[in-house]
Each structure stands twice: as C-alpha cells, then as structure tokens.
C-alpha cells in the first residue's frame, strides 16, 4: 500500500513538474510574443519615420521647386520691364529727333528768309546807287538842253 501511495505520490510530482514545465513553456512563449510584438511596433515606427523624412524631402524639393519658378518668373519680369524701358526711351528719342528736324527746319527757313531780305537790301541798294547816278545825268542833260534852248 505504501508503495502505491508513493507512486501515486510520483505521479502527482511528474505532473507538477510537467504542469510546471508547460507554464514556464507558455510564459516563454508569452516573452517571445511580446518580444516579437515590440519588435514589430518597432519596425512599424522606424517605416513611419522613414516615410515622414521621405515626405519631408518631396516638400523641401518641391518648395524649391516653387522657389526656382518665382525666381524665373521674377527675372522674366525684369526682362519685360527692361525691354519696356529701352521702347519708351527709343521713342523718346526718336521724338527728340523730330523736334530737332523741325527746329533744323526752321532754321533753314529763317535762313531762307534773312537772304531774301539780304538780296532786297542789295537790290535796294543798287536802285538808290542807280538813281544816285542817273541824278547828276538827268542835272547834266537839264544843263545841256537848257544851254541848248538858250
């Protein structure tokens, strides 16, 4: 009988012991899922960092991109304001290049008319100088038709 009871004694240890060893087993596999949970929650935030640099350097190169297009537009900009300067002083210039034609014009024409009066002072001159002349022609011929008469 007492070795019955000790038997069943052993058998009641082994099936602690192999409850015992399954507890520890499943605690060990409760470990290791957390492990590979954690591992894989890490994985997951490293891909989440990973996307947010990614999405952080398409809005770095497309702010630079707009930069690029601002600073073009700008320059084109200038470009048009230059070209606009340069046809408001070509037209500048070309309407100071028709005044100064008319005033040469009118200058021309002034000169025009100073020789007219010069030539008219000239004939003048030589009509008095003529008359001048014939004055003591006409006194002489006076003189001669007189003596004639008498």
């Not at 600073?71 to 210039?93: F, M, N, R, T, Y």
């Amino acid at each position: 009988m007492l070795l019955l009871l000790l038997l069943l004694l052993l058998l009641l240890l082994l099936l602690l012991l192999l409850l015992l060893l399954l507890l520890l087993l499943l605690l060990l596999l409760l470990l290791l899922l957390q492990l590979l949970l954690l591992l894989l929650l890490l994985l997951l935030l490293l891909l989440l960092l990973l996307l947010l640099l990614l999405l952080l350097l398409l809005l770095l190169l497309l702010l630079l991109l707009l930069l690029l297009l601002l600073l073009l537009l700008l320059l084109l900009l200038l470009l048009l304001l230059l070209l606009l300067l340069l046809l408001l002083l070509l037209l500048l210039l070309l309407r100071l290049l028709r005044l100064l034609l008319l005033l040469l014009l009118l200058l021309l024409l002034l000169l025009l008319l100073l020789l007219r009066l010069l030539l008219l002072l000239l004939l003048l001159l030589l009509l008095l100088l003529l008359l001048l002349l014939l004055i003591p022609l006409l006194l002489l011929l006076l003189l001669v038709i007189i003596l004639v008469v008498v």
